[in-house]
């Protein structure tokens, strides 16, 4: 099952032709999650040939503008499109009266539902179906904020074909196996499982972590992730801003990755008042060194980048 995250925007307040506010399309298996929508996501939705109306959960951490200020286009998009299915938005208190406020005066009526979900404190269950569970973690910015993590449940095991043929396993029994049963026929005949099936390959994890200050208390609830996505607005040379404006340096970031050993560490939300993003990855080498720059357009596969 593919797990991945796209990045639509890496940038922080101030759009630029390179870069964009913050969003990334992150994707299990055949679903897609759209993770925050600042200015410019539909752009790049489109150059990276998502499809918009295959999204059907929007997650926002907060409601500063460069996490959301795409959100209403690209609803006003999918009404365009015709939109039937019911769109999940996931977000802190305040968002659904932007949204309904701002269709309301418009007098539009979209084609389909918008369902809100309220996102209010950390460890909260804020999505879950059969591949995957998304929870809710706790940051530390001017205004409630909140990241999220994803959480691949246990796969099924893999069935092997040969085996199968060799011991003349019906198909009914198949379900059953991959499940961890033995196989147990009409006439007492018994197959054991690891004859038949394999271990799948271990569940992976994402954690997306927006706007955020050091914060100690996320430690806990990144352990182990096999890629953490963590804001890194400044460079340890501008701490003071960084401390001012509740957001992390590159350092900070690394900090946060090593004490919670994670896998993999990916770093964006960049300030643009540094023109080479290479030093990101340098300040950020010297603490944790599978670190990762976010790019527009840029494909991470969780668990092997
Ligand atoms: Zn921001
Ligand atoms: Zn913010």
Redesign the pocket.
């Known amino acids: 099952m593919g797990f991945s995250v796209l990045i639509l925007g890496s940038g922080?307040?101030l759009p630029t032709i390179s870069s964009h506010?913050?969003a990334q399309i992150i994707e299990v298996g055949n679903q897609l999650f759209l993770m925050d929508c600042g200015e410019g996501t539909q752009i790049e939705l489109r150059r990276n040939k998502v499809k918009v109306q295959k999204i059907d959960h929007i997650f926002i951490s907060h409601l500063?503008g460069?996490?959301f200020f795409g959100l209403v286009g690209l609803m006003s998009t999918m009404h365009l499109l015709g939109r039937k299915k019911t769109l999940h938005i996931h977000g802190p208190k305040g968002l659904q009266e932007i949204i309904e406020v701002q269709f309301r005066n418009a007098g539009s009526h979209l084609s389909y539902q918008m369902e809100f979900h309220l996102t209010e404190k950390a460890g909260q269950l804020a999505y879950e179906d059969e591949k995957v569970k998304v929870t809710v973690l706790p940051l530390h910015h001017r205004i409630a904020c909140f990241g999220y993590r994803f959480d691949e449940k246990e796969k099924p095991r893999k069935l092997i074909p040969r085996a199968l043929e060799e011991y003349a396993i019906p198909t009914y029994a198949r379900n059953e196996i991959t499940k961890g049963a033995d196989f147990r026929g009409e006439d007492g005949r018994v197959v054991p499982n690891h004859l038949l099936s394999k271990a799948a390959e271990p569940p992976k994890s994402y954690a997306y972590c927006?706007?955020t200050a050091y914060f100690k208390k996320l430690i806990p609830y990144l352990k182990g992730v096999d890629l953490l996505y963590h804001?890194a607005t400044f460079l340890e040379e501008d701490q003071a801003r960084a401390n001012k404006t509740y957001h992390s340096t590159a350092k900070e970031a690394a900090q946060v990755a090593a004490e919670a050993d994670v896998k993999k560490l990916l770093l964006g939300?960049f300030s643009n008042r540094y023109k080479n993003k290479e030093r990101f990855l340098q300040e950020s080498r010297q603490v944790f060194k599978e670190t990762y720059i976010a790019e527009e357009g840029k494909r991470f596969e969780v668990g092997s980048i």
Request: no cysteine; charged share 25%.
């Open positions: 922080s307040a506010q913050t500063h460069d996490h927006s706007d804001e939300h």
